[in-house]
């Protein structure tokens, strides 16, 4: 069973061990030379100007995709680094 990159998108992340919903997919990074997904990105939210920090998880966290859901294994890191800014062409 497959799943195209668009049905990912808008899914809610869930994160497994405390059931806290991290935000919604809407990125994701391929390795350019394997083929391979690396990681999904949930977008910071309220900081659209500001140095807000995008939550990057790699795929080997993913435990499951669900119809509208994914459960990952993630934590929050407690000072997390400023994600550059987003170029938008």
Same mark, same amino acid.
């Given at each position: ?7 990912? $998108?808008? !899914?809610?992340?869930?994160? @497994? @061990? ?5 935000? *919604?997919?809407?990125? =994701? /990074?391929?390795? #350019?030379? @394997?083929? $391979?997904? =690396? ?5 910071? $939210?309220?900081? &659209?100007?500001? !140095?807000?920090?995008?939550? !990057?998880?790699?795929? /080997? *966290?993913? !435990?499951?995709?669900?119809?509208? #859901? ?7 890191? *407690? *000072?997390? #680094?400023? #994600?550059?800014? $987003?170029?938008? &062409?």
């Amino acid at each position: 069973m497959g799943c195209c990159i668009q049905e990912l $998108r808008n !899914k809610d992340v869930i994160c @497994s @061990s405390n059931g806290c919903r991290l935000g *919604n997919v809407d990125d =994701v /990074e391929i390795d #350019t030379v @394997s083929g $391979r997904l =690396v990681c999904i990105v949930i977008f910071e $939210r309220g900081h &659209f100007f500001g !140095k807000g920090c995008d939550i !990057k998880i790699p795929w /080997e *966290n993913i !435990k499951v995709i669900g119809d509208d #859901t994914i459960l990952v294994d993630y934590c929050i890191p *407690n *000072n997390p #680094t400023p #994600t550059p800014k $987003r170029k938008f &062409f």
